[in-house]
């Protein structure tokens, strides 16, 4: 158990950018979580992945960001035009059925000047 | 509608005191779940507890101790003789059945800091 993986941990990027991060889970679990953090405030769910299957979206997600997780390994988030108002920490999650804990990455810290 | 509230934003105890971090919910489904998640400064959520709505009993993991009362909708957290590494934010979040994690609510955190 090599925890969930989480690349990069920091990403600096101008306004108008493309930014792409990267998640690998812990390898025995098939589902896979991305949320987003702000400072003061708790998790807030983005995404849901059931294997490589993209199951939910919250209605936060613009048509600007974008999920994959082919194979129903490693998930990618990519936002594009970026803004301010993305500027985030932006959190990766698994877990192996429903209604169980959370293993968490450490996150991948977005800052759009 | 489904809520979770952690009213104390900060606390700040000498290392050694206990201190109990609150954590009332609201929810009118009979069948949920409450979590505790510690968020260390290095920023990966830890989870700590998974309690569903059917088992009241409170637990004691070591130092740490939940207790859930149903009839006032708490689920409150004990940290005993409290050391400088319980020093983080610490998270409340609420799920019913069917909406499992993505469907997490969580409340705003509670910041820690146990000082030396």
């Known amino acids: 158990d090599t925890g969930v993986s989480q690349n990069p941990r920091h990403k600096i990027t101008k306004r108008g950018q493309n930014v792409t991060f990267r998640c690998d889970p812990i390898?025995?679990?098939?589902?896979l979580y991305w949320y987003r953090q702000t400072l003061g405030q708790g998790p807030e769910f983005l995404t849901y992945f059931q294997n490589e299957a993209q199951l939910e979206k919250s209605r936060l997600l613009s048509d600007r960001f974008s999920a994959e997780r082919p194979k129903g390994s490693f998930s990618t988030l990519e936002i594009q035009r970026t803004e301010q108002g993305d500027s985030a920490m932006y959190l990766c999650?698994?877990?192996?059925?429903?209604?169980?804990?959370?293993?968490f990455g450490s996150g991948t810290q977005l800052s759009v000047l | 509608a489904q809520k979770v509230t952690q009213a104390q934003t900060e606390i700040s105890v000498v290392e050694k005191e206990d201190v109990t971090l609150d954590c009332v919910y609201e929810t009118r489904d009979t069948t949920y779940y409450l979590f505790w998640y510690k968020q260390p400064p290095s920023g990966e959520l830890v989870f700590l507890i998974r309690r569903n709505s059917f088992d009241e009993q409170n637990e004691i993991s070591g130092r740490y101790s939940w207790n859930f009362q149903k009839s006032t909708s708490s689920f409150n957290f004990t940290i005993t003789a409290s050391q400088v590494v319980d020093s983080a934010v610490y998270f409340c979040a609420l799920t019913n059945n069917a909406g499992n994690n993505r469907k997490l609510i969580w409340g705003l955190g509670t910041s820690l800091a146990v000082n030396p």
């Open positions: 999650a698994s877990s192996y059925r429903n209604n169980e804990k959370l293993f």
């Open positions: 390898s025995e679990h098939n589902r």
